[in-house]
């Protein structure tokens, strides 16, 4: 069965990379432009790995780790921070608020492939 990789970010062309590249290696991926979208999205369908955005209207990407945490279905699954934000600052917070691991953007497609079978087996 495929893994489920959702991405959250209100940029529909980091959307588009995140997708065709994941795609390009077998998993399926479901996009969200922001975090509601993003938190509807992972309640409707088990995802086995979430990507979030930092920077987005409505719900954040530390509320969303944080929403998510809260979730029985998602207390131990893998979320990464894909986003600009690189500060020692803001990746303790990520980290406080739940997240596996931090990828900067621009990010390199091989780099994502690699984290994410890493991270999903």
Do not use: H
């Not at 690189?86 to 406080?96: E, F, P, T, V, W």
């Amino acid at each position: 069965m495929k893994k489920t990789i959702l991405t959250v970010d209100d940029s529909a062309s980091i959307r588009q990379m995140v997708s065709f590249t994941l795609k390009s290696v077998g998993y399926e991926v479901l996009e969200a432009a922001d975090g509601d979208a993003g938190l509807a999205q992972a309640k409707a369908k088990p995802c086995d790995l979430i990507l979030t955005d930092q920077n987005m209207p409505g719900m954040d990407g530390l509320t969303l780790i944080k929403t998510l945490r809260a979730l029985p279905e998602y207390r131990s699954k893998p979320i990464l921070m894909l986003t600009t934000e690189s500060s020692d600052n803001m990746k303790s917070l990520g980290r406080a608020a739940g997240a596996t691991g931090w990828i900067v953007k621009p990010f390199q497609p091989q780099t994502l492939i690699d984290v994410a079978r890493r991270l999903l087996g």
